[in-house]
C-alpha cells in the first residue's frame, strides 16, 4: 500500500469510501453487513487505514454498519471520517444532535477526520450564517478532541469555495473534491484545486471514476492507452492520473464488492504517476468523451443580449453536466440557489443570444431541453 505524510499522520493513499456499500436485493437502505464486514477486514489486512462515511449514505445506514464493523478493530487502528449534512438545509439548526447522534451510530468518542459535508450554492448562504453556530460548533468539539481534523467537501464553484474559504479557510485542515480526469476541465476541477494551492489545503479526492463511469472505455480509447501501458487496466488509469497531482493526499473509491477492493488495492501496491505522452492521451480521452457537450467558452457575448439577464454560460455548464451524466443531483442542486427567472425555464427563445454566439450554439433550444429535463 503507498501512503501519504498528512501532519504527523500516515494515511493510506487509497481509503475506503462507504456510499457504495453492497446491499440486499437492490435496497439501497439495506446495507449487506456480512459482505461489508469482509471488506473491511480484507482492507485493513491489506494496509487500507481511511473510512469515509455520512449521515446520509445508504439512508442512514452506512454510519451504523461501519460503527458496528469497525468497533471490531483497536480505535488506533483506523481513521474515520464522516460529514455534517448541509446538503439538507433542515438539518442546519442540527449540528449538536446530529453530531452526539454521529458518535452514538459510529461507536466511537471522536472523529479523526469531519467534514463540511457539500460546500455549494444551493448551502453556502446557511453555513456562512451565524445563526446556526455550525462553524462554532465543530470548532468546539475539535478543542475538546472530539474531531481530530477539521475540513469540508465541495460540488460547488470556485467561487463558492472561495467565500467559505474566506470565511474559515483559517481553521479548516483538508477539502474533498471530486476529481478525476474528465471533470479536470469539465466541471474546473483544475481551477478549484489551484485555489486549495493558495490556502496551503491538501486535497482528498471523491469520484475518481465518476461513479463507475471511467472504469470502461470505447475500444478505440482503451487500445490507445494500453498500448501505452499494456499492463495497466483501465480503471488503473483513473488512479494514475491522481497519483499525478502532487497536491492529493487521499483517494476515496466507493467499492461494492471484493473484485472492485482487490483491484484497486493492486492499484495501490505502487505509485506509477503519469508521463507527459500518457498525461496528454488520457486527457485526449476525456476530450472525446464529452465530444458531444456544448462547445461554450464562456466569452459571455450571450449575456448582454439576454432580455432576461439569464447566467447562459453557467446555464449551458450545467446543462453539459446533466446531459453527459444523465440526469444526477449537481445541475438541480446549483439551480435551486437560483430564482425562478433566471433558471433556464425563464428562456422567451428570441434567440439574440444566437445572434452574438461566436460558437453557434443553439442556445434557446438547450434551455428549452434543460427546463425539460429538470422537470
Aim: contains cysteine; proline residues 4%; aromatic residues 10%.
Amino acid at each position: 500500500m503507498v501512503y501519504r505524510k498528512f501532519q504527523d499522520l500516515k494515511l493510506s493513499a487509497l481509503g475506503l469510501g462507504t456510499m457504495r456499500l453492497p446491499v440486499v436485493d437492490g435496497d439501497d437502505a439495506r446495507i449487506d453487513e456480512a459482505a461489508a464486514r469482509e471488506m473491511v477486514d480484507y482492507a485493513i489486512e491489506h494496509g487500507i487505514n481511511y473510512f469515509d462515511t455520512a449521515w446520509g449514505y445508504h439512508s442512514g445506514s452506512s454510519e451504523l454498519v461501519m460503527g458496528r464493523v469497525l468497533s471490531a478493530y483497536p480505535r488506533e487502528k483506523f481513521y474515520l471520517a464522516t460529514k455534517f449534512p448541509g446538503y439538507d438545509l433542515s438539518n442546519m439548526d442540527k449540528v449538536e444532535e446530529i453530531f452526539e447522534k454521529q458518535l452514538e451510530k459510529c461507536q466511537v468518542k471522536y472523529f479523526d477526520f469531519y467534514l463540511f459535508h457539500n460546500v455549494c450554492e444551493m448551502n453556502i448562504d446557511a453555513y456562512l450564517d451565524e445563526k446556526y453556530g455550525i462553524f462554532s460548533y465543530l470548532s468546539e468539539q475539535k478543542k475538546r478532541g472530539r474531531i481530530r481534523h477539521l475540513g469540508f467537501s465541495a460540488h460547488g464553484s470556485v467561487e463558492v469555495m472561495r467565500r467559505f474559504l474566506e470565511a474559515y479557510g483559517e481553521e479548516m485542515e483538508f477539502c474533498q473534491l471530486q476529481i478525476n480526469y474528465l471533470d479536470w476541465s469539465f466541471q474546473d476541477a483544475k481551477g478549484k484545486v489551484e485555489l486549495l494551492k493558495e490556502w496551503k489545503l491538501p486535497v482528498w479526492v471523491m469520484e475518481p471514476l465518476r461513479g463507475g463511469r471511467l472504469a470502461k472505455l470505447s475500444g478505440e480509447a482503451e487500445k490507445a492507452l494500453t498500448a501505452l501501458r499494456p499492463h495497466e487496466k483501465i480503471p488503473a488509469w483513473a488512479f494514475r492520473f491522481l497519483q499525478s497531482l502532487p497536491e492529493v493526499t487521499m483517494v476515496l473509491s466507493g467499492m461494492s464488492d471484493m473484485t472492485q477492493l482487490r483491484e484497486n488495492l493492486h492499484t495501490f501496491e505502487t505509485d506509477e504517476p503519469l508521463n507527459t505522452q500518457e498525461m496528454e492521451a488520457l486527457l485526449s480521452v476525456a476530450d472525446g468523451l464529452l465530444g458531444a457537450a456544448l462547445p461554450c467558452t464562456a466569452c459571455h457575448y450571450c449575456v448582454s443580449h439576454c432580455p432576461q439577464g439569464l447566467e447562459i454560460p453557467r446555464l449551458l455548464s450545467l446543462y453539459n453536466e446533466h446531459c453527459f451524466t444523465g440526469g444526477g443531483f449537481l445541475a438541480p442542486m446549483a439551480l435551486s440557489a437560483e430564482p425562478e427567472d433566471k433558471r433556464p425555464g425563464a428562456c422567451i427563445g428570441c434567440r439574440s443570444c444566437e445572434a452574438v454566439c461566436p460558437q453557434q450554439i443553439q442556445i434557446s433550444e438547450a434551455m428549452a431541453d434543460f427546463a425539460k429535463k429538470l422537470k
